[in-house]
């Protein structure tokens, strides 16, 4: 079975400051992907960045980059620059294998990101 | 592209009462999902379709719980004789099997049912 596991409750940064929130997961599958969702207070999850895990590069989108260590099973999100707008809750989840569930997510408990000003 | 819509956003209910919700996916998308959030959790799966047909449910789907995907197109949540503990933010997802290796989920806002 797969495990998310984010170890930070909350996280404080101050604006413009980079901040790293924590990732890891346990799966036996070779095949995986691994993802970052952000969860503003009106509830919607909104996509930010995707890493699979043939992926020899990590992955960036903008101010958002995935710091993929395979060996250590963590897909750490980096968020650059921190703005107002970045607080909100962050979610890391990973794509099951199993097709017929339409491979769907399976999700840690979350960060609580607060950017200060 | 306009997006996932639910309705309603919020839905306070009375326990034993039966509720219905209503989510409408990102009109190319074949595939739907179902997530359940309480809170201080991330989302849980509840069920999977894949254009009309139901192809996964997860043990979280009691028998109180049942989903429709009639045509493939909009889905709906129907949970009969509420209790306290489904107490819950129920999200709705689509992708597109034509998404690549990602397989994106594009979420609703959520429908937040309160049982009273």
């Known amino acids: 079975a797969q495990k998310i596991t984010q170890t930070q409750p909350g996280m404080f940064v101050q604006e413009k400051e980079a901040v790293t929130l924590d990732c890891t997961y346990d799966?036996?599958?070779?095949?995986?992907?691994l993802f970052w969702y952000k969860q503003p207070s009106s509830g919607e999850m909104i996509f930010l960045i995707y890493?699979?895990?043939?992926?020899?590069q990590n992955a960036t989108e903008g101010r958002y980059s995935l710091n993929f260590q395979k060996a250590r099973k963590s897909a750490n999100l980096v968020i650059s620059a921190s703005q107002l707008g970045d607080s909100a809750m962050y979610f890391c989840?990973?794509?099951?294998?199993?097709?017929?569930?339409?491979?769907?997510?399976?999700f840690g408990k979350g960060t609580s990101l607060l950017v200060t000003p | 592209d306009t997006g996932v819509s639910q309705d309603p956003r919020h839905k306070i209910t009375k326990r034993g009462q039966n509720v219905t919700f209503r989510c409408d996916p990102i009109?190319?998308?074949?595939?739907l999902y179902w997530y359940r959030q309480t809170l201080g959790q991330g989302p849980e799966f509840l069920t999977y379709?894949?254009?009309?047909?139901?192809?996964?449910k997860s043990r979280l789907l009691s028998d109180r719980f049942s989903a429709e995907r009639p045509k493939g197109s909009f889905s709906t949540l129907e949970i009969q004789r509420t209790e306290q503990g489904d107490s819950a933010m129920y999200l709705c997802?689509?992708?597109?099997?034509?998404?690549?290796?990602?397989?994106?989920?594009?979420f609703g806002p959520g429908t937040r049912l309160t049982v009273t």
């Open positions: 997802a689509s992708s597109s099997s034509l998404a690549g290796v990602t397989y994106e989920q594009y």
């Open positions: 890493q699979g895990s043939y992926d020899e």
């Open positions: 379709f894949q254009n009309e047909a139901q192809l996964e």
């Open positions: 989840a990973m794509r099951e294998a199993n097709s017929n569930s339409g491979y769907a997510l399976n």
């Open positions: 799966t036996s599958d070779q095949s995986y992907g």
């Open positions: 009109s190319e998308h074949n595939r």
